[in-house]
């Protein structure tokens, strides 16, 4: 949840020129963090148990205690507030300018907005929303279902596959760099255009070669292996991208929004899996081999749901100034 106001602030702290590079490197990190987790419990897990490795999560606590008094406001923020004469402080520190040397500033009358202020942007709200929900579906499918499937594939223990997904992480993290710095070139939308298209193929690949192998490998561990590239890494472009459709006053609630949508997805997910196998346990669906093809094209269709949204509805916002109101 606090993420999300995190990544609008970012947005707004940043300068058209670096912006879609700075904000899309924020998932690097993230994608690192989840890697960490993974390697955290296996290394620490035994020593410290559930209780002593849940623990550790308190950590990164601390620093946002820090960033709760050390980081001022957005300047843009304050401004489309109306609170203009904070703003010119913030921003006169943030700028290094002696006092009083910035430019005059004019507010915005209003405070932040609502959810249906958002809505009234139809087309942006239902970019963001479907992207989120399509994108988050396929992503939790993959890693819901992807370890367990690889190891009736090779007929070796879960937990050897789980060991064979952290190339899987390696990918992601891999996707996130290249996803960083591709949307400083050639922008928003033809990034998202190729993540979910190229995701929908990679994932369409893997249901319909899921039994081939090449020279003894998995052909369906490969393009799972490329697909994450696309579909994970995809998010480094996808972070920001409700703040910086949105005026300022809305860039938060819009991020709120994004991120409700990523976590409708991660629910889909599993339910939607669960209705194809057959089973009667919606939340920990048992993967079958020959639930693998109707399963997998649907998390594809997921991903060319993507590609179509940013085709249909995307809006270009790389080295486009943020909107105050």
């Known amino acids: 949840g606090a993420g999300a106001s995190q990544f609008a602030l970012i947005a707004e702290y940043t300068p058209v020129a670096r912006r879609t590079l700075l904000t899309s490197s924020m998932g690097i990190p993230a994608g690192i963090g989840l890697l960490l987790a993974s390697l955290v419990v296996t290394m620490l897990f035994p020593a410290l148990g559930w209780r002593g490795t849940a623990a550790l ?125 591709l949307p400083q070139w050639v922008g928003r939308v033809p990034s998202g255009q190729l993540v979910g298209y190229m995701g929908a193929v990679m994932l369409a690949l893997a249901a319909m070669f899921r039994d081939h192998y090449v020279e003894g490998v998995s052909v369906f561990f490969i393009f799972l292996l490329i697909g994450q590239f696309f579909y994970d890494g995809g998010y480094s472009n996808l972070n920001t991208y409700a703040a910086e459709l949105f005026p300022v006053r809305l860039g938060a609630r819009a991020m709120g929004i994004s991120a409700a949508s990523a976590g409708i997805g991660k629910i889909m997910g599993p339910l939607a899996l669960g209705i194809i196998a057959g089973t009667h346990n919606l939340v920990t669906p048992k993967a079958t081999q020959t639930a693998v093809q109707p399963a997998f094209l649907f998390l594809a269709a997921c991903c060319l749901v993507v590609g179509l949204s940013y085709s249909f509805l995307g809006v270009e916002t790389h080295r486009k100034s943020l909107l105050l109101a």
């Open 57 to 181: 999560g308190f950590v990164p606590v601390i620093l946002v205690v820090i960033i709760t008094f050390v980081v001022p406001e957005s300047p843009k923020w304050l401004i489309a507030a109306g609170r203009v004469a904070e703003a010119r402080r913030v921003a006169t520190t943030l700028l290094q300018f002696p006092p009083g040397a910035a430019d005059p500033i004019v507010g915005t009358s209003g405070s932040g907005g609502s959810v249906l202020e958002v809505y009234s942007q139809p087309r942006r709200f239902w970019l963001i929303v479907l992207i989120q929900l399509s994108l988050g579906t396929a992503l939790s499918g993959v890693l819901l279902w992807g370890p367990t499937i690889l190891a009736q594939l090779l007929q070796v223990t879960t937990q050897r596959a789980a060991g064979l997904f952290v190339l899987v992480s390696l990918s992601a993290i891999a996707g996130r760099i290249a996803f960083t710095f």
